[in-house]
Nanobody
């Protein structure tokens, strides 16, 4: 059974940094396509960053104005999202996502990020 557990969200001031973590289980993490999405109140869920081809390639959404980096730790089945220079529009529920070889998507419960002074 696929499980994705996010953590690391919280309240941060504009310009601040946060590191999100997602611990994965129930599938072959080393080969999985792992991504982060975010959803603000009343908005659609949007792609933020992804780690593909067993981590050999990454992609970040151009609309994200904060500095973001996605990395994965294969030894601990964990994918990270490092964010800095956060802005108010970065306030959202951040979700970890796994897309398997059949294009099925699995989601965690999300971790809340609030950017406010």
């Amino acid at each position: 059974q696929v499980q994705l557990v996010e953590s690391g969200g919280g309240l941060v001031q504009p310009g601040g940094s946060l590191n999100l973590s997602c611990v994965a289980s129930g599938f072959d993490f080393t080969k999985a396509a792992m991504s982060w999405y975010r959803q603000a109140p009343g908005e659609e869920r949007d792609f933020v960053a992804g780690s593909f081809h067993a981590g050999a390639s990454t992609n970040c959404a151009r609309y994200v104005k904060s500095q973001i980096t996605i990395t994965r730790d294969k030894a601990n089945n964990t994918v990270y999202l490092q964010m800095s220079g956060l802005k108010a529009e970065g306030t959202a529920l951040y979700y970890c996502n796994e897309q398997d070889y059949r294009d099925r998507h699995y989601w965690g419960q999300g971790t809340q990020v609030t950017v406010s002074s």
